[in-house]
């Protein structure tokens, strides 16, 4: 792990298709484990990054998921949006959102021009706990 990292973005397009989202699962655990993450908090944003996708996944209306990764160390921020149906928003009451709301420091959904962006961030803690 380096604590000398740098700030950086890492944009990634993907078809909105479940064969797929284990991309840019395996991109955040990189990123993260670069970035003095735990391995507790890398497998934690590994799954909600997963949750992310699930819940755009099927309202993809292009076809397409886009994920960008910006890296601030400590903090990792990951926005994963599709365009989606006029007014879909995900159902924060869902199991997915809570599940996916336990794991980061926050998380929210915006709508923007008919995009849907689901934005988790999380920040490295020094050390590991066992």
């Known amino acids: 792990m380096s604590s000398s990292a740098a700030a950086a973005e890492v944009r990634l397009s993907i078809p909105a298709d479940s064969a ?13 484990a670069r970035n003095d993450f735990t391995l507790d908090a890398i497998d934690d944003l590994r799954i909600a990054v997963d949750e992310a996708c699930a819940l755009l996944l099927p309202q993809s209306a292009d076809g397409v998921l886009e994920c960008v990764f910006q890296i601030a160390p400590p903090q990792l921020t990951v926005r994963t949006s ?49």
């Open 82 to 130: 599709a365009v989606v149906p006029n007014g879909w928003r995900p159902d924060t009451t869902s199991f997915g959102w809570t599940v996916l709301t336990a794991l980061v420091e926050s998380a929210a959904a915006e709508t923007v021009d008919g995009r849907l962006t689901i934005t988790v961030t999380a920040t490295a803690s020094a050390t590991e706990t066992l």
């Open 20 to 32: 797929y989202i284990a991309v840019p699962r395996s991109v955040v655990g990189n990123l993260a």
